[in-house]
């Protein structure tokens, strides 16, 4: 996410500032590099959506900023409250899985949010100056009011969902948080919450801008939205068989019903990830080949397979590399832990410290 509640939410590719405070330099801040939040939802196994929507972004950013990349797991449980275990697996899973993608943790703070309680507490100072109407409209919480009755997750952590959002957003004291054009709106009222707090406290944390980005168009392999609950998707650690048939039983052209009916590669979802996976060359091929009925449709799938697989195997050989050590992948994520909560006690020992809040626990000046 960029702090999205839809963990496939896609976020883009190429990075556009929209702030203009931030066009000149926009990676500096005091003479050291400004602060970047993002996170996603631990709920299950990642996707390609999330790898064009999220994590390359990621990536690219690292070398721009000071990042802090979480695994949502208090997120996930929102929605996954009746098995907490499957969300402590998923959270492991995908912080080998960002690391082996290549969150570096020699330039970025890669953390588990429950791991670092100061969100919870930012959370509840954040909660209690939250009007109630800010929440009741939000439209990703009015939308899916039906459909969380019928899941069982018409809940208040669904409901509050913005504020522990806005809090895991100022621990950092995060000035940028990359976004989609469409979730704008939602780092708003993380901006509305931290100034609101900022004026009742006399604080200065800051309000996070967004990075605003474009969005490559990732549908799912039948076409529709790729979505894990339609079983359309590519895993990103998925078997290389189970790759292959996926791609080999994908719906194409529906008017190139027979080998020598010539397609409209435009009309096909197989192209749609050729355009995301394969070369010039493979996609000029393809584009000439189906319009002209000179390859199948099967030739078409095998390059697509072929690119995909070797784009993937890569960091799932890393994945698997991780989850074969697990005392490596502990101490690994027990120091990026401490790395955020070296930074998350600052804030919070300030912000109790200027709230007067300070009876119950020592509170120095950080
Ligand atoms: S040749 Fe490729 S692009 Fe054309 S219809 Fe078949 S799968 Fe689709």
């Keep these: 996410m960029g702090l999205s509640e839809k963990a496939n939410q896609p976020l883009g590719t190429a990075l556009v500032e929209i ?13 050291q590099k400004a602060r970047m939040m993002s996170g996603m939802r631990a709920t ?30 208090w997120h996930g449980m929102t929605t996954a409250y009746k098995t907490p275990s499957d969300v402590s697996q998923w959270s492991k899973l995908l912080y080998a899985e960002f690391m082996a993608w290549g969150i570096d943790s020699n330039k ?81 009222l993380s901006r509305e919450i931290i100034r609101r707090f900022n004026k009742l406290y006399k604080i200065k944390l800051p309000e996070p801008k ?9 549908p799912g392999l039948d076409g529709r939205k790729m979505s894990k609950s339609y079983g359309n998707f590519l ?9 292959r048939k996926k791609i080999m039983t994908m719906p194409t052209d529906p008017q190139r019903v027979r080998r020598e009916d010539v397609g409209d590669p435009q009309k096909c979802p197989v192209f749609v990830y050729h355009k995301l996976f394969s070369t ?17 449709c099967s030739d078409c799938k095998t390059c697509l397979f072929d690119q ?46 200027q709230m007067g809040f300070t009876h119950s626990r020592e509170v120095t000046k950080a």
């Excluded at 010039?280 to 199948?296: F, L, M, P, R």
């Excluded at 698997?320 to 120091?335: F, K, Q, T």
Aim: proline share 5%; aromatic share 8%; hydrophobic share 35%.
């Design 19 to 31: 702030d203009s405070a931030n066009k000149g330099n926009p990676e500096k801040n005091n003479g």
């Design 44 to 73: 299950g196994e990642l996707h390609i959506g999330h790898y064009f929507g999220a994590l390359k972004n990621w990536i690219e950013l690292q070398d721009k900023y000071q990042c802090y990349f979480g695994v949502m797991d």
């Design 108 to 188: 970025s703070t890669l953390f588990i949010q429950s791991h670092v309680p100061e969100h919870i507490e930012l959370f509840l100072m954040f909660a209690n100056i939250t009007p109630m109407g800010w929440l009741e409209r939000v439209p990703s919480w009015k939308d899916s009011i039906e459909e969380a009755q019928q899941s069982d997750t018409h809940n208040l952590g669904r409901f509050s969902y913005p504020v522990l959002q806005a809090a895991d957003i100022a621990i950092y004291k995060g000035m940028l948080v990359p976004v989609g054009a469409d979730q704008v709106a939602h780092l708003e």
């Design 210 to 218: 967004p990075l605003l980005t474009e969005t490559p168009l990732v």
């Design 235 to 243: 895993g990103l650690s998925e078997p290389s068989e189970q790759l």
């Design 280 to 296: 010039q060359d493979d996609i000029k091929w393809v584009t000439e080949g189906c319009q002209s009925a000179k390859i199948g």
């Design 308 to 353: 995909i697989e070797s784009f993937v195997s890569p960091a799932r050989l890393k994945k698997a590399h991780y989850l074969s050590e697990p005392n490596l992948l502990d101490r690994l994520i027990s120091e990026g832990n401490e790395k955020a909560r070296v930074e998350a006690q600052k804030t919070l020992s300030e912000c109790r410290l």
